[in-house]
């Protein structure tokens, strides 16, 4: 007999309470050694101020239990208030969003009977940063943020997972034909790492015909690797050809704390009616069962679910008159659940949670070697309303102003077309121009701060300037359409 074992145990708002309670009870009657230390989240703690959803004291049990099992909540609508769930990612460094995806044909009705993949999401960076601005009237941006070392560690985590769990291939879903410095970042340390798993077969698809792939022929793909973005699309997509995505558990890993929880939200719409579907969370308990060592009692939940599933007890989301025998609601699914352990399902492949390696999930990441960083410019980007927005207008004075610096401008562009000098009058204009100054000779910021001031000096509203590197002789800024 394990260890009895704390988890932080969340019941959320809308169908939460139901579907945890469903969950808690199959534990219980499956005899895993857990303790339950409860903490509350969600709509209750936003609505008495707190924006975050989680009240500070939460954060110490989460520290210490290092294992969370949590029920969808409802973020309340109107300004101010912050998702939980990428709180609580960031905050406890929770890097690897992890999705197994299966379909469970033919008991739950889908068009892709064969579907067993596993979709790996950077959980961290990328425009989820939230770092977004109103330049001007007209343009509003939002900064995608993808590291080195951040990339680095999920895409080695998709590895150790596909290396560990025995999977053959990861494939990669990027769009570097249009962001080459982001998703280039990505998909090289993609091709890189993955040298160092000669045994596991690697390939790259560019977002956009991953995911009609993913639609379209689920079944060639094993693991698949991700920036968050994508990866948040993706998996829903991918959840849903399964028939379901009332069905999809889900975890979060960082390097000390686990979050596990359901991929649907909190349902309000049928919050209290005691019908809703408690696979998604009981599946995610299932994955926070094999992370806390408890691969036994995982299997023996696992396949008395399956079996669940395959005898067509089903609740009303995934009940469908020709393939499903019973229709139960939540307490009747459970009570089958909890009646079927220590049975194994005769048609669906009962589970396997053997790790067949040992896997490094989390490696100390070699520092980077610095390399030379050398300033050859700086991008202004100017709101300016004037004259018909005559690039040529705009050109001329941003000429004349730098001319005699050391940086000089080199052309603008307009939504990333370059529009002077020589752009086409076809090309659209809004207010918001980039203006490309490049460096004649040696610069350093202080020469920036002298074009700015040379700018301001002019009548020039600089709304944000962006410093154009080099590392180790390398551009480190992307080329603008026609430059
Ligand atoms: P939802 O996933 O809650 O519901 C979508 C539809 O699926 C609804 O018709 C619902 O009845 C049904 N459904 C979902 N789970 C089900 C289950 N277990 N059994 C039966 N039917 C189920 O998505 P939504 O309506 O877009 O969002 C509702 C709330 O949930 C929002 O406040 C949203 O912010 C929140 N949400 C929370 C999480 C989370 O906590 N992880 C995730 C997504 C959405």
Redesign the pocket.
């Known amino acids: 007999m394990a260890d009895k074992r704390n988890i932080t145990v969340a019941f959320?708002?809308?169908?939460?309470p139901e579907?945890m309670q469903a969950t808690l009870d199959i534990l219980d009657a499956a005899g895993t050694p857990l303790i339950y230390d409860q903490i509350e989240i969600?709509?209750k703690v936003y609505l008495r101020g707190i924006t975050s959803g989680i009240e500070e004291s939460s954060w110490d049990s989460l520290r210490r239990n290092k294992v969370f099992l949590?029920?969808?909540?409802?973020?309340?609508?109107g300004g101010g208030y912050k998702?939980?769930?990428v709180t609580t990612r960031k905050t406890l460094g929770l890097f690897a969003n992890v999705r197994p995806i299966r379909s469970f044909y033919p008991f739950i009705k889908t068009h892709h009977p064969i579907i067993d993949m596993v979709i790996i999401r950077e959980n961290e960076e990328d425009l989820y940063a939230g770092i977004e601005h109103q330049q001007t009237q007209e343009v509003v941006q939002a900064l995608k943020l993808i590291s080195h070392p951040g990339s680095e560690r999920i895409i080695r985590y998709a590895f150790e997972y596909a290396k560990a769990y025995g999977r053959k291939k990861v494939t990669c879903l990027t769009k570097d034909n249009i962001m080459k410095h982001t998703d280039g970042l990505f998909h090289k340390l993609f091709d890189q790492i993955g040298e160092e798993y000669p045994n596991i077969k690697r390939d790259h698809m560019i977002i956009d015909i991953g995911s009609a792939i993913i639609a379209d022929k689920p079944g060639t793909l094993d693991v698949v690797v991700t920036e968050n973005l994508y990866g948040d699309i993706v998996s829903d997509i991918a959840a849903q050809i399964t028939g379901?995505?009332?069905l999809g558990g889900s975890s979060n890993v960082g390097k000390s704390v686990a979050m596990f929880?359901?991929?649907?939200?909190?349902?309000?719409?049928?919050a209290g009616d005691g019908?809703?579907?408690?696979?998604?969370?009981l599946n995610g308990a299932v994955m926070m069962l094999v992370h806390l060592g408890m691969p036994d009692y995982a299997r023996k939940v696992r396949n008395a679910w399956l079996k669940t599933i395959e005898q067509g007890i089903h609740?009303?989301?995934i009940y469908n008159e020709e393939i499903s025998k019973r229709l139960v609601n939540t307490k009747g699914f459970t009570d089958a659940v909890i009646s079927n352990l220590g049975e194994v399902p005769l048609t669906l492949a009962p589970a396997r949670f053997e790790v067949q390696t040992e896997p490094n999930f989390f490696p100390e990441l070699a520092p980077l070697p610095r390399k030379k960083k050398e300033l050859v410019g700086v991008d202004v980007f100017i709101d300016w309303d004037k004259n018909d927005r005559n690039p040529d207008v705009i050109g001329d004075g941003l000429k004349a102003a730098s001319s005699s610096l050391k940086i000089q401008l080199k052309m603008i562009t307009n939504r990333g077309v370059k529009v002077y000098p020589d752009g086409l009058p076809e090309t659209y204009k809004t207010d918001h121009w980039r203006c490309r100054f490049t460096a004649t000779e040696a610069v350093n910021n202080e020469d920036v701060v002298t074009l700015l001031s040379a700018l301001h000096t002019a009548g020039y509203d600089v709304v944000k300037t962006e410093n154009l590197y080099t590392f180790d002789g390398e551009r480190g800024y992307s080329l603008a359409q026609g430059e």
Do not use: M, W, Y
């Open positions: 959320g708002d809308g169908i939460g579907i969600g709509e949590k029920a969808p909540i409802t973020t309340p609508q998702s939980l769930n379901s995505v009332g929880e359901a991929i649907h939200g909190s349902a309000p719409d049928i019908i809703a579907n408690p696979s998604g969370l609740t009303r989301d």
